[in-house]
């Protein structure tokens, strides 16, 4: 079923449908120009920009300090990653050695955050597939993160917890009982969601062979994280070029070959399990000390280029600073994740349904502000 | 490779590159744009290279003199850097660079928006409009003196 055939005797011509920009399977404002023959696609051309604010124009009149809180706006489901790179890149650039405490408990936050974006993305993926019980089961685990973060950070979604040397505040008293707690719990729950979704035959129908990418084309068009694993290509920043205290846990990097929509489901699935291993081996040796450094009011960071990358829930994140000496930067680009996998979109939708590309844009895992920036 | 056998790779392979200072974090080359796509190639092409992967795009204004275009590469094998700097000629009125969205499929939405918001111009590129903003809108956003004065707040 991977493409359907169309030679037929009846003659048919091509059309345009809008699909968006608001139509509840872009979980955002993404306008897709849908060209269709019938129900088969043979072009999707995206229409971008409907939410985009020009984030990087703003960080070129903001501080670094202030810069780091327009970030959670970009992917906010992956905001603590986000915030990660540019404090990173600040870190880097400036010479600042951040304490070992901040950097379990960053690993540990970034951990937490790509579990809860995985489980609201396996909670709209049934949804849009036609379960919408899925959606209870991830919100119900869900909810229990946010708790914690709420605790610790006192955000639940935008939660500018880094800053420039450190965290804005320590870790609340309670923070590594509940984690623990939930992971106990979500250990339970994980199976649970398998054999809600995973082994249904009707959702494997819907995605087997759906919105293939091979390796090659994978790596041409830039796409990144679990998308990409789902090819078998390795691209794991926290493996290659690790950051924080990810040299110093043991996990494995879930690599499948086969390269359709089931193949990306399955590496967010098990990358979940692979999230709490993390966890797990980190959250009762968090070492003892500050929780930040002292840096100047005003940082201004020396004359030259600066990269970060860091793996957030979608992909590959970067953050590239170029620096005139002065308190902004001369130019800053975030190179997000969504922009470069949705690139591939027209490429692996041709000649499937207009219910397959809703499968494949879900698999995919957009976040529209983090492609509109 | 590392970094300074990377360097003396590139320099034998090909003439008129200019690299950046040793304390750059990653290497640096700048290409004259008539060469861009020539190193492209050579960058992608040769086996000891092995440049695969286009991580980033990034368009510049360097204000007042020209614009350019920042590539990040990366090689999914070896897993070595190189960053590539090009610049268009004088930013008013030559404002155009060779595209490579034909070697680098990623670019091509990059350069889009890198049209968009900065006005560069790639020749050769297959669909050259505008990403983000709508067609009749005047001007490009992230060039240093673009001005609007309704949506812009500037301190």
């Given at each position: 079923?991977?493409?359907?055939?169309?030679?037929?005797?009846?003659?048919?011509?091509?059309?345009?449908?809008?699909?968006?920009?608001?139509?509840?399977?872009?979980?955002?404002?993404?306008?897709?120009?849908?060209?269709?023959?019938?129900?088969?696609?043979?072009?999707?051309?995206?229409?971008?920009?409907?939410?985009?604010?020009?984030?990087?124009?703003?960080?070129?009149?903001?501080?670094?300090?202030?810069?780091?809180?327009?970030?959670?706006?970009l992917d906010y489901l992956s905001s603590h990653m986000n915030n990660e790179a540019v404090c990173l890149a600040v870190e880097n650039a400036m010479g600042i050695e951040v304490p070992e405490r901040v950097k379990y408990i960053r690993t540990i936050m970034d951990e937490l955050t790509r579990l809860a974006s995985h489980q609201l993305w396996w909670g709209v993926m049934g949804m849009d597939i036609g379960a919408l019980t899925t959606f209870m089961y991830a919100f119900r685990d869900r909810e229990m993160i946010n708790d914690i973060m709420e605790e610790t950070v006192g955000a639940r979604l935008t939660m500018n917890y880094n800053i420039p040397g450190g965290l804005m505040f320590d870790i609340h008293p309670n923070f590594q009982r509940r984690v623990k707690e939930f992971i106990k719990h979500f250990r339970k729950a994980l199976p649970e969601?398998?054999?809600?979704?995973?082994?249904?035959?009707?959702?494997?129908?819907?995605?087997?062979?759906?919105?293939?990418?091979?390796?090659?084309?994978?790596?041409?068009?830039?796409?990144?994280?679990?998308?990409?694993?789902?090819?078998?290509?390795?691209?794991?920043?926290?493996?290659?070029?690790?950051?924080?205290?990810?040299?110093?846990?043991?996990?494995?990097?879930?690599?499948?070959?086969?390269?359709?929509?089931?193949?990306?489901?399955?590496?967010?699935?098990?990358?979940?399990?692979?999230?709490?291993?993390?966890?797990?081996?980190?959250?009762?040796?968090?070492?003892?000390?500050?929780?930040?450094?002292?840096?100047?009011?005003?940082?201004?960071?020396?004359?030259?280029?600066?990269?970060?990358?860091?793996?957030?829930?979608?992909?590959?994140?970067?953050?590239?600073?170029?620096?005139?000496?002065?308190?902004?930067?001369?130019?800053?680009?975030?190179?997000?994740?969504?922009?470069?996998?949705?690139?591939?979109?027209?490429?692996?939708?041709?000649?499937?349904?207009?219910?397959?590309?809703?499968?494949?844009?879900?698999?995919?895992?957009?976040?529209?502000?983090?492609?509109?920036? | 490779?590392?970094?300074?056998?990377?360097?003396?790779?590139?320099?034998?392979?090909?003439?008129?590159?200019?690299?950046?200072?040793?304390?750059?974090?990653?290497?640096?080359?700048?290409?004259?744009?008539?060469?861009?796509?020539?190193?492209?190639?050579?960058?992608?092409?040769?086996?000891?290279?092995?440049?695969?992967?286009?991580?980033?795009?990034?368009?510049?204004?360097?204000?007042?003199?020209?614009?350019?275009?920042?590539?990040?590469?990366?090689?999914?094998?070896?897993?070595?850097?190189?960053?590539?700097?090009?610049?268009?000629?004088?930013?008013?009125?030559?404002?155009?660079?060779?595209?490579?969205?034909?070697?680098?499929?990623?670019?091509?939405?990059?350069?889009?928006?890198?049209?968009?918001?900065?006005?560069?111009?790639?020749?050769?590129?297959?669909?050259?409009?505008?990403?983000?903003?709508?067609?009749?809108?005047?001007?490009?956003?992230?060039?240093?003196?673009?001005?609007?004065?309704?949506?812009?707040?500037?301190?």
């Open positions: 079923m991977t493409t359907t055939d169309t030679n037929t005797e009846l003659k048919t011509q091509e059309y345009l449908i809008n699909m968006g920009p608001q139509h509840p399977a872009a979980h955002g404002v993404l306008r897709l120009i849908l060209t269709v023959d019938g129900e088969i696609i043979h072009k999707v051309d995206p229409d971008l920009g409907y939410i985009h604010r020009s984030i990087e124009k703003m960080c070129e009149r903001d501080t670094y300090k202030q810069i780091v809180h327009l970030t959670d706006r969601y398998n054999t809600l979704l995973s082994g249904n035959i009707i959702f494997k129908k819907r995605l087997q062979g759906i919105g293939y990418i091979s390796k090659e084309d994978a790596v041409a068009y830039g796409v990144s994280g679990p998308s990409a694993r789902g090819s078998g290509i390795s691209c794991d920043v926290r493996k290659i070029h690790p950051y924080s205290a990810y040299d110093k846990v043991e996990f494995n990097e879930v690599l499948i070959e086969g390269g359709d929509s089931y193949d990306r489901y399955m590496v967010r699935m098990k990358e979940m399990e692979e999230s709490m291993n993390i966890i797990e081996q980190l959250i009762d040796n968090i070492p003892e000390g500050d929780y930040q450094v002292k840096t100047p009011a005003l940082i201004k960071l020396p004359k030259g280029e600066y990269y970060q990358k860091v793996e957030s829930a979608r992909g590959e994140f970067g953050v590239f600073i170029i620096s005139d000496g002065k308190k902004s930067p001369y130019r800053l680009k975030f190179r997000s994740p969504g922009f470069s996998n949705l690139s591939i979109l027209d490429k692996i939708s041709r000649g499937h349904k207009i219910a397959d590309l809703v499968a494949i844009m879900s698999s995919l895992d957009f976040v529209i502000p983090d492609i509109d920036r | 490779m590392t970094r300074t056998e990377l360097q003396s790779f590139l320099s034998s392979k090909m003439e008129g590159l200019e690299f950046g200072e040793e304390t750059t974090q990653y290497l640096t080359v700048t290409a004259p744009k008539e060469k861009l796509r020539e190193l492209m190639f050579l960058l992608k092409d040769t086996e000891e290279l092995a440049f695969d992967y286009m991580f980033s795009l990034t368009a510049v204004d360097w204000f007042p003199k020209s614009l350019g275009v920042i590539y990040h590469l990366e090689s999914t094998k070896f897993r070595h850097i190189l960053v590539v700097h090009v610049n268009t000629g004088n930013r008013e009125d030559d404002v155009t660079i060779d595209t490579v969205s034909d070697i680098y499929p990623t670019a091509h939405f990059h350069e889009r928006e890198a049209y968009d918001l900065m006005g560069i111009i790639f020749d050769g590129h297959s669909d050259l409009r505008r990403l983000f903003l709508t067609d009749d809108w005047v001007g490009h956003p992230l060039r240093k003196d673009y001005v609007d004065e309704a949506n812009m707040i500037v301190k």
